[in-house]
T-cell receptor, first 111, second 111 residues
Framework: KQEVTQIPAALSVPEGENLVLNCSFT??????LQWFRQDPGKGLTSLLL?????REQTSGRLNASLDKSSGRSTLYIAASQPGDSATYLC??????????FGAGTQVVVTP | DTAVSQTPKYLVTQMGNDKSIKCEQN?????MYWYKQDSKKFLKIMFS???????INETVPNRFSPKSPDKAHLNLHINSLELGDSAVYFC??????????FGPGTRLTVL
């Protein structure tokens, strides 16, 4: 049974620092891994999708890596801004597109 | 706007009632999903349809019945609502199990 863990559960950094968010999963037989952002009371915004054959994906200040063999993914956010404050969710994709989510990392970026 | 939309946004009802949530996507996707986010903010998949065919049916009480009249629509009907059904329900869609895009959510409160 796939289990997805996100550490830390919460993170507070001053503006300008780089953010490093970790996600680990127990079963390496995954199709893809997707990172989302959720603002309070809102839906999920897709940030990056990494296919199982890829090692990393980049979009602007965001970079996500995937190491399937060790069951880990890391989301890096460069030069954080107060607008980056949100909960970041990692989701591992299985067969038929079934996503299994971690509990999230709540990020606060202070001005 | 191209998006995944859900109605209603908020639903407050009494225990024992029956209610429905509707979802529509105009992204041209072939797969749609229902997820439940509980009070601890944990997201879990409930159902998925691919081209109107049910492909994921997690361990969910049979009071919950999804229906997909066509590829662009997925509805969720809940019978005999219970207090524990209170949650935020998210609809999502994807193309062939790839990147998933989420709707804004429906906050269900059962009194």
């Amino acid at each position: 049974k796939q289990e997805v863990t996100q550490i830390p559960a919460a993170l507070s950094v001053p503006e300008g620092e780089n953010l490093v968010l970790n996600c680990s999963f127990t079963d390496s037989a995954i199709y893809n891994l997707q990172w989302f952002r959720q603002d309070p009371g809102k839906g999920l915004t897709s940030l990056l999708l990494i296919q199982s054959s890829q090692r990393e994906q980049t979009s602007g200040r965001l970079n996500a890596s995937l190491d399937k063999s060790s069951g880990r993914s890391t989301l890096y956010i460069a030069a954080s801004q107060p607008g980056d404050s949100a909960t970041y969710l990692c989701a591992v994709g299985g067969s038929w597109g079934k996503l299994q989510f971690g509990a999230g990392t709540q990020v606060v970026v202070t001005p | 706007d191209t998006a995944v939309s859900q109605t209603p946004k908020y639903l407050v009802t009494q225990m024992g009632n029956d209610k429905s949530i509707k979802c529509e996507q105009n992204l041209g996707h072939d797969t749609m999903y229902w997820y439940k986010q509980d009070s601890k903010k944990f997201l879990k998949i409930m159902f998925s349809y691919n081209n109107k065919e049910l492909i994921i049916n997690e361990t969910v009480p049979n009071r919950f019945s999804p229906k997909s009249p066509d590829k662009a629509h997925l509805n969720l009907h809940i019978n005999s609502l219970e207090l524990g059904d209170s949650a935020v329900y998210f609809c999502a869609s994807s193309l062939r199990g790839a990147e998933q895009f989420f709707g804004p959510g429906t906050r269900l409160t059962v009194l």
